[in-house]
């Protein structure tokens, strides 16, 4: 089954086609046109320049991505398209291109929450399926969520930012410190120079039961750290150990709280995905920590760390192989909640999709009762 994917939901026009079979989804081809030359002299996404750049870029990528594997539209079983959260305008582009093309096909169409595609990415990176259950770690420059997935469109929030992003925080202590968009990339060369134990900076909510996640207060730290030190500014060694230590305060809050998380809802794996995770420190702390702990790491490669079409379109594929129908709404929804009660089926929905993956991967036949009815599914 080959599902072809589109991203727009902020400053990438991505396209993807990928393809399942009985153990995994494959991305046959991707390309992912970037904005952040352009939107780097305004220090931040600029909607109406992404919305131009989508609306000039896409119709160019489907038809690149189908001639790189030298197939036709024909060969496409169903459309998928990032429905929300995002910015409105840039939702609107794909999410009606994608429509538009399904109709014209007489294809399913997809409509997947852009949460749902970076929880799956770690599981799309490694090419295997998802494995309910499971805790999920994102952390981007929208959002720093922890969940536990308990199946498709089953998922309990565990976590969550109440202030900035931790992407957002990087992006402006880098413009604090007059450091180039994005942020993330800058302070993490810098902060290689420096020393991580140079200055004590808070850490958020030190409470094991608390697993939210708040930024504003480093950040303003880090502000005032600053102002007070004018007559430092100049000194690059000071800048270095600045930046290493509030990489290494937002480094360690992710890595605490994931391990808590991952203990707390009692399941063996962690998946980690988002722009932020591109950072190789945090990388290589994550994986000390979940080793240290005995923990299952799954990690998606850089590459589909940040938003991707690879991860629409398989969210799509993986519930498609699982039974589950195509769901599209009338509409884009940039504040989708990925926690917001399924009204297109019941709660056994997902628990039924999962057990029909696990069946799908070792090819046996489901046993009778092995399909929870509608009403009686156990709620953990």
């Not at 203990?263 to 722009?275: D, H, I, K, M």
């Not at 297109?344 to 057990?355: E, F, K, S, V, Y």
């Amino acid at each position: 089954m080959r599902v072809l994917g589109i991203e727009t939901s902020c400053d990438e026009t991505a396209v993807a086609l990928v393809e399942t079979n009985p153990w995994s989804t494959d991305i046959l081809a991707q390309i992912v046109s970037s904005q952040i030359d352009l939107h780097r002299p305004y220090g931040g996404v600029v909607p109406e320049v992404a919305t131009r750049e989508h609306l000039r870029n896409l119709p160019l990528l489907v038809p690149q991505v189908l001639k790189d594997l030298n197939l036709t539209l024909d060969s496409i079983d169903a459309v998928a398209a990032t429905e929300g959260p995002g910015l409105a305008s840039s939702l609107l582009i794909g999410h009606s291109y994608a429509r538009a093309l399904a109709v014209a096909l007489s294809k399913p169409m997809f409509g997947v929450n852009h949460l749902e595609g970076h929880l799956y990415s770690p599981f799309l990176a490694n090419r295997r399926s998802v494995e309910f259950p499971f805790v999920g770690l994102i952390v981007s420059g929208g959002h720093t969520l922890l969940v536990h997935a308990l199946g498709w469109d089953r998922y309990i929030k565990l976590g969550s930012t109440v202030d900035d992003a931790a992407g957002e925080a990087f992006d402006k202590v880098a413009k604090l410190l007059g450091l180039p968009y994005p942020g993330g990339p800058e302070i993490e060369k810098i902060a290689l120079k420096g020393n991580p134990e140079a200055f004590g900076l808070p850490r958020s909510f030190p409470e094991r039961d608390n697993l939210n996640f708040s930024f504003s207060g480093l950040k303003t730290a880090v502000r005032f750290f600053h102002e007070k030190s004018a007559q430092m500014r100049n000194d690059p060694e000071w800048i270095n150990d600045l930046c290493a230590s509030f990489q290494k305060a937002v480094i360690d809050v992710l890595v605490r709280k994931a391990v808590q998380a991952v203990a707390q809802a009692r399941v063996e794996r962690l998946a980690v995905s988002g722009g932020v995770m591109c950072n190789k420190t945090l990388r290589d702390e994550l994986e000390f920590a979940c080793y240290e702990a005995g923990i299952e790491l799954i990690l998606a490669e850089p590459s589909l760390c940040t938003d991707n079409a690879g991860m629409i379109a398989g969210v799509a594929a993986e519930k498609l192989a699982a039974g589950i129908e195509p769901r599209c709404g009338d509409d884009i929804n940039p504040n989708l909640n990925l926690f917001s009660p399924e009204p297109h089926g019941d709660m056994a929905r997902g628990l039924n999709a999962a057990i029909k993956l696990k069946n799908r991967q070792s090819k046996q036949l489901p046993e009778e009762g092995d399909v929870a009815p509608a009403g009686e599914v156990e709620v953990w």
